[in-house]
């Protein structure tokens, strides 16, 4: 409850890291002058194209994050990224696996299940929609 990640400049491509000094109060955050710019990484690994993240959520150990977004060269899909420190920015590197599990959905935020087996997202014209994961988490 001491480290907070948010979504947001007015773009919506950057995450933020903050700190908070009363865990779980967001009324005492403090930026680290810590963020990252993953929509960059989406796709092939380049920082090329332009495009927007749209929300992101950590795996249940924190040490995934799971970002969806799009670039000009692509529709939606969701993308994953190692972090060094748990539910934090830091270290953060693209794992190389970017996912559209619906061709005909447009993921403004996503999360996962407590165990892992399926993914929800919300899609603003469609609304929430689930998908089962085929392999373990």
């Given at each position: 409850?001491?480290?907070?990640?948010v979504?947001?400049?007015?773009?919506?491509?950057?995450?933020?890291?903050?700190?908070?000094?009363?865990?779980?109060?967001?009324?005492?955050?403090?930026?680290?002058?810590?963020?990252?710019?993953?929509?960059?990484?989406?796709?092939?690994?380049?920082?090329?194209?332009?495009?927007?993240?749209?929300?992101?959520?950590?795996?249940?150990?924190?040490?995934?994050?799971?970002?969806?977004?799009?670039?000009?060269?692509?529709?939606?899909?969701?993308?994953?990224?190692?972090?060094?420190?748990?539910?934090?920015?830091?270290?953060?590197?693209?794992?190389?696996?970017?996912?559209?599990p619906?061709?005909?959905?447009?993921?403004?935020?996503?999360?996962?299940?407590?165990?892992?087996?399926?993914?929800?997202?919300?899609?603003?014209?469609?609304?929430?929609?689930?998908?089962?994961?085929?392999?373990?988490?």
């Amino acid at each position: 409850g001491t480290k907070m990640v948010v979504l947001g400049d007015s773009t919506f491509d950057i995450l933020y890291q903050y700190t908070l000094n009363t865990p779980w109060d967001v009324t005492t955050a403090v930026y680290d002058s810590v963020s990252h710019n993953p929509i960059y990484l989406f796709g092939n690994g380049t920082t090329s194209g332009s495009g927007q993240s749209y929300g992101f959520t950590y795996s249940s150990d924190g040490m995934i994050l799971l970002v969806t977004g799009l670039r000009s060269f692509w529709p939606h899909k969701v993308c994953a990224f190692a972090v060094t420190t748990p539910y934090t920015l830091a270290g953060i590197k693209y794992m190389g696996r970017c996912s559209r599990p619906s061709q005909n959905a447009t993921y403004y935020a996503v999360e996962f299940s407590a165990d892992g087996t399926r993914m929800f997202w919300l899609d603003p014209v469609t609304g929430v929609e689930t998908q089962i994961i085929a392999a373990a988490p």
